[in-house]
């Protein structure tokens, strides 16, 4: 699978994370006028799913980090 294809999936699942595969194919084929088949595609987005995810995870976890360092910030203000 190319880059090219691979960000515009990335992109539909970052705007529906639960986009059906058949979907995803069915705008890929439209845009780039290529089939890419049903495995490829649902691998891609397993890949992307967890990714984009896991981004979130780690965000989650360095949020109190910052909770707390604008709490202190907002507390020396006053």
Excluded at 21 to 28: L, N, R
Excluded at 70 to 76: C, G, P, Q, V
Aim: a positive charge.
């Amino acid at each position: 699978m190319t880059n090219t294809i691979a960000d515009a999936i990335r992109l539909l699942i970052e705007a529906d994370s639960s986009i059906k595969v058949k979907s995803i194919i069915a705008k890929v084929q439209s845009r780039f006028n290529y089939t890419v088949s049903y495995y490829k595609t649902w691998l891609e987005k397993q890949k992307l799913v967890a990714k984009i995810f896991d981004d979130w995870k780690v965000f989650y976890q360095t949020l109190p980090v910052w909770l707390k360092a604008m709490t202190a910030k907002i507390s020396r203000t006053e």
